[in-house]
């Protein structure tokens, strides 16, 4: 079978060399072209060593017309703007896009407007876009499989990583009616490589290391994204307050989520509807009663864990806990899940059976 | 001047050494003995190799007629129920003691013995033990050095980690009525020397490293003591949602707390009333507005950082994020302010200006 | 195509359990069994949550009969002499070995008694076993890929990981003559997996988090290992001085090694030499001039990178470093590699393009 | 009595901060005046929030009359070339110079422009500079003490870490004529602040977590003054082949140090000659026959710790291992221990007992 060709744009990032580690382990992508603005010219292995041996592609730059000659499907590893400024031309030119930028999740310009800064400058794409969290969207992620298979180019919006693990923990809570009210509160902690790969005075290993810190508290952008899946899943306006922490670590997020309890639910009920709605996910599991999920189980894969309880003391609170690896199910092996539905692949093909386990 | 002599009881747990290595510093108190049960008859030196060449007292059993000849104050840093079994008879025997154990810290024993599933054996204790935490009951504290100093024998109940963080997060929004309502939840991180120096599945390396979890969800034992506490800051009764979290570094705490902000408060309100709480505090800081603290900035020493923020988008919330050292204002450090106070010495004596910074 | 049926027995070590992730996501073997003596009748996914989700096999006794009638292939991940005692009824039963153990790896009984102060009770194996360093012992391997192709179960001795790595960093210099003398230094740096699963002092997390030490000073067992590898390469006797280190990490371990170098030498013809030596090999890299390797680049991988430089200023002496995953080219990868050398399978099919890169 | 003035240039350096934290600690000492030419007008807390509560100096240039107005001594933690540039100065101003950068170890001129590719300008300081090793030259520094005393100001160069940690490694087998020959192999280890505070691609969480590298290999610029050091003390010339590590840990530095054993020679005569050395030293210890010390114990504090071992196999080797805080005994602490000597105070005073011992 000839291999999808396959670009990533960005690819230098942590997010964009991660998904370029997937798709050249995929056994259905080829990495044709790589792209990084700065880089272009030398070989991705002058930036990561770990290729050398193993990989000798050149950086290009990241020039739409050369995308489409070179690659079948393109993953944006890009930060906000640069995805609008390149994935309107990409689709036109028949490219189907895998956007792990913010720039295409939010359904409401006027909300990206608001957190980002910025006029969104393809609003129109708003509403064929599917927001890439399979376990909420598969069927409209396999609509777009169907259109792909047609010759259409379509384009698909990566979650970001806190609103993925947070989603993780509330959905079934919200979906089967055991949380009330419209107060989400997500604690969420991630290893440093969800800073990115700049270098500057926070992501320096003698700040990070041996210390933890929140940071973005009251206005970290990936609170609309949140409200935005939440409101969708328990179809009332949810208000969720996000306070993202860094701790000394390279890959994980934890996202822990307090929820009111709906009068008479008991802990069984809760534990049951988690079990019962990831019951046929392959990519997410919820840990056995009385266990929380470690973000080491899930290192270097598209999986996630959930644990679940009821504080029921005074004050009824469900909190749930949920591990992804921020690089993984957080962005580059969630962006390949989403790419093996639009591409008519198993949904798990290339991203990883189980973590290193240790 | 002559030194007051002190035993450290438990010299050899993480606590234990701590205040081992502070009385060693410390330029008004002596170590004069060190017990360990186990490791009794070697040098406590053959256990911390830190202390070759620095300290070469000889580890005794923890027997009270020995403490009582050997010191005027011991340190009690044991696991709950072994304080129980050893402070009345130092008490009796004249010798002043500062527990950095659980069992003295709640006021009624029948919660003691609900959480802790143990009776409590010397419940008319209780009543004239101090809750050590200086910037709550520091005169209480004045008040046990007076006794002392008419040669009384007192006793100190010094917080746990996390009651210390929560409760400096909590305090200045509580007293001056920004927060409403009867529900605090707290989202804290902890080191994994909070876990104690036995060697387990938990605390193996390879567990530890590159992971963040949940434990003790909606039933560690340190949320009555919260309660306690909160509710006699707020004058009335509060409850706890608790989760404390295990991150990869050996020392620090951070507690984030969650409370109901009242009508019609600002951010300069709550900024203000934290600036205003602490401002003659020797050991807690306000951050600047827009900051928050990092655990390093206060890892070795006595000292807590408190950063506030309020989101008033739509669900008003009080954020609070309080940074200590778990071994140092969460346990030893502390444990020697509240011995300053009561041996009538500089409440910051031989407990550290600022932390190794980086 | 019918996969090929693989025990790993010793499963919940960390070489077992890593051992069991590759055979999971390896497409021409099927993990039918895994062995753990403590926890038989428990799923590998109670003792390691990572496989929730992603494996549901329930551990077994090693018992060799129940081995040969579940499996074509045993990876043996046990301590030394847990090998002697099972491997020759393996290898009667039918079953090919692949012994990550020490028990086989030394050709002289002799010193196997001397370093590791036990009889040796089947050296009648040694003179038929392979020694599994491929890039070494590759034709070694593919004739016992010939006799397991004919129906007879063969042994491979898995090197261990100061070895692999020491040997990989001095091959290209001994083999070329670039090195003369009878002494190699090996200054070697591991990670704390290294150390194993067993929880005690060393393996605490505050331990040996934050810390670097050396152990094993002149008297580690890896060292008659080196020497043996180190003799047949050079064609003299060499002799080792060894020194391994703890570092902070989970997996990783480099190998920095020092040799005299012979007169007249440049330090163009030691990179050519190293160059040249590992071209052809797919899982050892040489890095450009003036690069040295670092760990991470070959995390959770069967690679291995050298880096090489010649101090020519006045004692000349080669410095070779070569970093590698201590589980992976370390212990479990390169069993996996080894296997499929034995087993006709292409040589590097499950063991991983390339590491997480960061 | 009056604290000394002192001034600390380079104060948001890791070695200039750390020596700002152990002035504000010292009893005898006042810190007057910080400089940072480029966060100058902001104040130290504003750089290292730690000092939040604890410390509100501002930030000066580094301008000699001001220092010289300000101050009686002053500390210059900065990088080569930047203290050639203002010490000169300073003397003839009367400030005595306590200088932690590389620009007066080296006592020959030529040597210093052969390995910083850059002229000395002020050669005629390196003969009445003392090399500031207390425990080899302490006599010298009681010399400057004597000077400063009557009004000289004066001068000491501060070792750089890994030449601290190597002497303290060799210097009592080449003192006893334990070690032959003209080679000193130092492997070393250091933590990451030894790459300073500037953010950069090295020095990345990302990069340095979970990673063990070697680098500078064959030419780090810290070997000519090691082997000026073992020339001083073997009275012949001696060669030094140097590699130093990254390991991930923020404080730290381990060298192991190989030398070749003289004929004839047991382990106990190394043990004993190691014990003798340091037996009147209050912060260098030899370990117990049989242990090797790790970083973590003498973390944060002015202590070396060293244990000893001999390989007497075939070749034979002496292998030493020396601990050192590479901020601490390796810069700052080191740096005050001269101070103090210089200054007329304990030569230990401020400098701390001993490390947070986990």
Redesign the interface.
């Known amino acids: 079978m000839e291999r999808i060709r396959t670009c990533v744009v960005g690819a230098t990032g942590?997010a964009g060399?991660?998904v370029c580690?997937i798709v050249?382990?995929h056994p259905a992508l080829e990495l044709t072209m790589a792209t990084d603005r700065k880089a272009a010219g030398t070989r991705l292995a002058d930036v990561?060593?770990?290729?050398?041996?193993?990989?000798d592609l050149v950086l290009s730059l990241p020039e739409p017309e050369a995308i489409a000659q070179n690659a079948d499907v393109a993953f944006l590893a890009v930060p906000h703007t640069a995805s609008l400024a390149i994935t309107p031309q990409l689709l036109s030119l028949g490219v189907t896009v895998i956007d792990l930028s913010a720039d295409y999740r939010l359904h409401d310009a006027a909300v990206y407007e608001q957190w980002y800064g910025t006029p969104h400058t393809s609003p129109e794409l708003l509403g064929q876009t599917v927001y890439g969290l399979p376990e909420l969207n598969r069927s409209g992620l396999l609509v777009l499989g169907e259109r792909h298979e047609k010759g259409e180019a379509v384009l698909v919006a990566v979650p970001g990583c806190y609103p993925t693990a947070t989603a993780l923990a509330a959905i079934p809570a919200l979906e089967a009616g055991l949380a009330t009210g419209?107060?989400v509160?997500s604690?969420a902690?991630s290893?440093?490589?969800g800073a990115g790969?700049s270098?500057?005075?926070r992501?320096?290993?003698?700040?990070?290391?041996?210390?933890?810190?929140?940071?973005g508290?009251?206005h970290h952008r990936h609170t609309p994204e949140i409200e935005q899946t939440l409101t969708q899943v328990a179809g009332r306006e949810m208000?969720v307050?996000f306070?993202p922490?860094l701790?000394?670590?390279?890959?994980?997020l934890?996202a822990?989520v307090?929820m009111t309890a709906a009068d008479g639910i008991t802990a069984n009920d809760v534990q049951d509807a988690y079990e019962r709605r990831y019951a046929d996910e392959?990519?997410?599991?919820t840990?056995p009663a009385g266990?929380?999920?470690?973000?080491?189980?899930?290192?270097?894969t598209a999986?996630a864990?959930v644990?679940v309880?009821?504080?029921?003391?005074?004050?009824r609170?469900i909190?749930a806990?949920c591990?992804i690896d921020n690089?993984g199910k957080g962005a580059a092996a969630q962006a390949m899940q989403c790419a093996n539905l639009v591409l008519g692949l198993p949904e798990t093909q290339g991203i990883?059976?189980?973590?290193?386990?240790?």
């Open positions: 942590f060399v991660e580690r050249l382990g990561y060593p770990a290729f050398e041996g193993a990989c419209d107060l509160i604690d902690i290893g440093v490589s790969r270098a500057n005075a992501t320096h290993y003698c700040h990070a290391n041996e210390s933890v810190e929140a940071y508290v009251a208000n307050v306070t922490h701790a000394p670590l390279t890959r994980g934890l822990t307090y392959a990519l997410v599991s840990l266990h929380m999920p470690q973000t080491s189980s899930v290192a270097a999986r864990q644990g309880a009821l504080d029921d003391r005074r004050r609170v909190i806990s591990a690089l990883g059976v189980t973590a290193p386990l240790i």
